[in-house]
């Protein structure tokens, strides 16, 4: 069965940095589109970034444009979200999840979703 495991959530400061790792098994990673979306305290779903299965086109939300970097290792059947210049804004319990597709549209369409890793940013 699909099963997405997030990982590499934690506690950082202003200006800091994490990497989020998403493991995924189940399926053929390299056929599918994945995403990362998050949730703060209260707030609704945002979708954050995603990458098409070849990582040929990637996604941001207004919110994490140049500081967020998706990526993805077929390879490794791997999903990260590179963290950079966080900001106490940023936190949140994000997710990865996959399409059902090779490309993405908006993070509606996603069909799995992981459990997810919390990220916390404060000083």
């Known amino acids: 069965q699909v099963q997405l495991v997030e990982s590499g959530g934690g506690l950082a400061q202003p200006g800091g940095s994490l990497r989020l790792s998403c493991a995924a098994s189940g399926f053929t990673f390299s056929s599918y589109a994945m995403s990362w979306a998050r949730q703060a305290p209260g707030k609704g779903l945002e979708w954050v970034s995603g990458i098409y299965s070849d990582g040929s086109d990637t996604y941001y939300a207004d919110s994490v444009k140049g500081r967020f970097t998706i990526s993805r290792d077929n390879a490794k059947n791997t999903l990260y979200l590179q963290m950079n210049s966080l900001k106490p804004e940023d936190t949140a319990l994000y997710y990865c999840?996959?399409?059902?597709?090779?490309?993405?549209?908006?993070?509606?369409?996603?069909?799995?979703w992981g459990q997810g890793t919390q990220v916390a940013v404060s000083s």
């Open positions: 999840a996959k399409f059902p597709t090779y490309y993405y549209t908006d993070y509606g369409a996603t069909d799995y």
